[in-house]
């Protein structure tokens, strides 16, 4: 069975920012089709992806063992998530499976701060949004907007390598077991 998805779009969902997170990925797919030499860039982003009536842990996992890469939006609240935290874990599990040094399967975007980031992400390296990020829909009609659209279109074209570069897919990718997690108290990878 092939990849079904380029991308996994990993976010904290939040009524806040969701229309930012939905513009961001819709402007991503558009540049990275062009990256990808015009193939339709398969995103999978869960409100898309899972309907009504799914089982929608199931599709989660079934996502992200038929994506290619990972692309996390890293905010704070990512890291208090146990379902962010699950699918960035399923990544880094599929990268040791590999053997796959840092920064294969896992392109970060920084959606703020960073300094809450716990060190296994601080190490990485991520394209930076922090500064185009806001809830306000009017931020779309702004000189930011166009701004950060030129961010996304050189993220794009990162991606596309990595999505080039991926492994052959195998069947089995890391990802069910990790979802049932706990956050723990003090946030990091090596107490997953």
């Not at 596309?160 to 956050?183: L, R």
């Amino acid at each position: 069975m092939p990849y079904e998805y380029d991308v996994f779009f990993s976010y904290k969902r939040d009524p806040e920012s969701i229309f930012w997170h939905r513009r961001v990925r819709d402007l991503l797919r558009h540049w990275l089709t062009q990256s990808l030499g015009g193939s339709k860039a398969r995103i999978f982003m869960d409100e898309d992806s899972i309907d009504t009536g799914d089982r929608w842990k199931a599709e989660l996992i079934n996502g992200l063992q038929h994506s290619k890469c990972l692309v996390p939006v890293w905010s704070p609240e990512y890291f208090h998530s146990k379902w962010c935290l699950s699918e960035w874990k399923a990544f880094r599990d599929r990268e040791s499976l590999l053997q796959i040094e840092q920064g294969g399967l896992i392109v970060p975007i920084k959606y703020c701060d960073g300094e809450h980031f716990p060190p296994e992400a601080q190490d990485i390296q991520m394209h930076d949004f922090s500064e185009y990020t806001s809830p306000v829909p009017a931020f779309w009609d702004t000189r930011g907007a166009v701004e950060l659209d030129g961010k996304i279109r050189s993220f794009a074209e990162q991606l596309a390598k990595k999505i080039n570069c991926a492994p052959a897919f195998a069947p089995g990718w890391p990802a069910e077991q990790v979802m049932d997690v706990p956050v723990p108290p003090k946030i990091s990878l090596a107490n997953l």
